[in-house]
């Protein structure tokens, strides 16, 4: 790192780009993942260098950064690149609500904005418990949460935490705690045993088919088909681990679990 805290700071994936806006550290950031969304002006005010699992490696070394933020193994090869030409490289791997909070803190305390990333995570934290606490001992609608379609890949393990907090019940609990998605895949009679009474899904990169989900052999006789309940939660808001499946995504999931037990329970 050339200096401390960095100056200019590359941002390989959406929710290092949110967290640092969110710290009044927006500044910092001199490049940023085409998937970057949040906050919107974000897709006007900094450059884009990347995708999800690849990046123009000339376009990064040209702004000269400080530090590249990257994230999991999928983006492993960019960061050796990086390396390789002499870039400070940090990646995260959260993957479950913990690691977003110490996520959040660690990276504030990067930049120089340690004490404000603590107050936005505490707040999160209490938000979470605020939330569990209104949710307990209701009943709990059995929620399919949909990561891809083909192959079926049912929620990481942030996805099924907050379900649980929005008092849902996850149909595929031992699945959510593979980090890999191809350990989350599950077959179509697998779900027709779950009997989900919501169908969450979020297709990153393309949009949601209820009608193709409704009209797959067998479906109709789950619960969430029979009733209408197939909701889609765009990718940006959930399949981020980072502010925004802590907001807005959650609020998404409680809203579709809150809608399910008012008629599944009524």
């Given at each position: 790192m ?23 550290a ?8 085409g ?22 490696i ?16 999928l983006?492993?090869?960019i ?8 870039v ?50 209701k ?8 990561e891809?379609?083909d ?15 929005a ?33 969450l ?9 209820p ?9 109709c006789a ?21 502010p925004a ?21 009524a």
């Open positions: 050339r200096s401390f805290p960095p100056q200019r700071i590359i941002c390989l994936t959406e929710e290092t780009v949110e967290t640092l806006y969110l710290l009044g927006e500044d910092r950031i001199v490049g940023v993942s998937y970057a969304v949040r906050p919107a002006r974000v897709r006007k005010e900094k450059p884009r260098v990347s995708a999800f699992t690849s990046a123009d000339p376009k990064v070394l040209a702004l000269e950064p400080d530090l590249v933020l990257t994230f999991s193994d983006q492993a090869e960061a050796a690149e990086l390396l390789k030409a002499g400070t490289v940090m990646g995260y791997n959260q993957r479950d609500i913990a690691g977003i909070l110490a996520m959040i803190r660690h990276l504030g305390a990067t930049v120089g904005q340690g004490e404000a990333a603590e107050r936005l995570a505490d707040q999160y934290e209490a938000r979470l418990a605020t939330i569990a606490a209104r949710t307990a001992g009943p709990r609608p059995v929620v399919y949460f949909e891809w379609d192959p079926m890949i049912s929620g990481i393990k942030w996805v099924s935490e907050l379900i649980r907090i008092g849902g019940q996850e149909a595929f609990p031992a699945q959510s705690d593979q980090p890999a998605a191809r350990d989350r895949i599950v077959t179509s009679d697998q779900v027709i045993a779950a009997a989900p009474d919501v169908i899904a979020s297709w990153c990169g393309k949009k949601v088919r009608e193709k989900i409704a009209a797959r052999p067998g479906w789950i619960p969430a088909v029979r009733d209408g309940r197939i909701v889609e939660i765009k990718s940006p808001l959930i399949l981020q681990p980072g499946a802590l907001t807005d995504g959650l609020d998404a999931i409680l809203a579709a679990i809150q809608d399910a037990v008012a008629e599944v329970y």
